[in-house]
């Protein structure tokens, strides 16, 4: 048997089929263009690949093509036969996750990892704001991803991928200079990865360094390809700094034509959340959004995101849905409000449509509400600056403004000094 770059051993006999598996994965572990591309290609050296197959099946799982995610993994099963444990138990994971089994696949994560650390595609769910542990609904999960990742060092020493994502952990625990350590040696490792690059644009977000974040974000993407899974995100930070630094032409530029719902080629958790965040922190900041663009996004909501379940979502379409005015749409979201993070999704559902009814205090008393923990339904300490911005508007609104500014002194100390939000 051959091993992959990792030192598992794999189940092919072609060296074609594994050199093509290797590169899909450092392309899906870097968040590079042509993942696909490579897993189809170990495919096609070797039909019998089980794992090539899986891998395809969770790069289509990103690109919500349904369909090809129950082929794959069918192709996949099917060929389980005579695989190695490890193997197996690979699929079998990777199924849970595939399948929406997300507290079985986090369970199976770290019984896997106790045996086959380095079976990095596995180790990965676990990783990252939007992995299993980020969107686990659960309280201290940043603690818990810091912790997950650490207990990994003495299998991956220098290794890129891992440096980066123990870099995103200590970012959002506040460990900034050792997030800046590691994230400088993975960039220097493989400056092509967009995740690595992303978190470096989180390390300047942190440090409150606009200017510089948005200088070195904007030059790097111009080699990534708007084809690639994380293209969309990247350009909503890119679009994020042009509103805070006051380069309006760029921040609409960035929506008109990287990421509005019409045009983005990203997973549709991203353009739908990076739409209703980059627009409601532009009119916080006192920028006129015309209401087409909100039922534009309210409408992707709905047909994207139809039922409740994953509250990350679920919350910025409440947003879109408050802002578009489609109430029902906002009303099966309060009533049917489900997944780990219900009590949340509802609370901040309901807040946005008191903010929208313009009743400031209770819209106010409903974000204080979630205030204690919504780092439980997921995202960046960054994509939740949303909750607490919104917050900070309510009081503001509402005439209390001194109580706005102890907010952001608590939540984001430093950010007063910018203009996020009008009347503050």
């Known amino acids: 048997m051959l091993d992959d770059a990792y030192g598992n051993p794999v189940g092919t006999l072609s060296a074609t089929a594994r050199d093509a598996y290797d ?52 192709r996949a099963r099917a060929l389980t036969s005579g695989l190695s444990d490890r193997e197996q138990a690979h699929i079998n994971a990777c199924a849970l996750l595939l399948e929406g089994k997300a507290a079985q696949a986090r369970a199976a994560v770290y019984e896997h990892v106790k045996v086959w650390p380095k079976d990095v595609m596995i180790a990965q769910m676990c990783t990252s704001v939007f992995g299993l542990i980020g969107f686990s609904g659960l309280p201290g999960r940043e603690a818990e991803q810091l912790a997950f990742i650490s207990g990994l060092a003495p299998h991956y020493g220098d290794n890129w991928w891992w440096r980066a994502q123990l870099a995103f952990a200590q970012l959002e625990v506040g460990q900034l200079d050792a997030a800046a350590t590691n994230i400088e040696a ?27 974040g948005l200088t070195y974000l904007a030059q790097w993407r111009k080699g990534y390809a708007p084809t690639a899974v994380l293209y969309n995100h990247v350009s909503w930070h890119v679009g994020l700094w042009s509103l805070e630094v006051g380069d309006l032409d760029q921040m609409w530029q960035v929506l008109d034509s990287d990421i509005a719902p019409d045009i983005s080629q990203g997973p549709p958790l991203n353009v739908l959340t990076d739409n209703a965040a980059l627009l409601f922190r532009a009119e916080l900041a006192g920028v006129e959004v015309p209401v087409a663009r909100w ?32 109430r029902d749409a906002l009303d099966v979201i309060i009533e049917g409000a489900a997944g780990p993070v219900a009590d949340l999704t509802r609370t901040l559902a309901m807040a946005y449509r008191e903010m929208e009814d313009r009743q400031w205090a209770k819209a106010a008393t409903q ?58």
């Open 23 to 74: 590169l899909g994965v450092h392309r899906f572990l870097g968040g590079e263009a042509g993942v696909a591309d490579a897993f189809e290609a170990a495919i096609a050296a070797d039909d019998g690949f089980a794992l090539a197959h899986i891998g395809l099946a969770r790069q289509m799982q990103l690109r919500s093509d349904p369909d090809k995610v129950r082929a794959c993994l069918s």
């Open 186 to 212: 993975a960039l220097a490792i493989n400056p092509t990865s967009a995740h690595s690059a992303h978190i470096r644009a989180h390390l300047y977000y942190e440090n409150l360094q606009d200017a510089e």
């Open 295 to 326: 039922t534009e996004l309210s409408a992707y909501a709905s047909a994207r995101f139809p039922k409740p379940g994953l509250g990350f979502a679920d919350i910025h379409a409440a947003l879109a849905h408050a802002r578009g005015g489609d």
């Open 367 to 424: 974000f204080g509400a979630a205030m204690r923990d919504h780092a439980r339904i997921g995202g960046s300490k960054a994509q939740r600056d949303l909750i607490d911005f919104s917050l900070a508007a309510c009081l503001v609104r509402d005439g209390r403004r001194q109580e706005a500014r102890t907010v952001l002194s608590i939540t984001r100390p430093g950010a007063l000094g910018k203009d996020l939000i009008t009347g503050l």
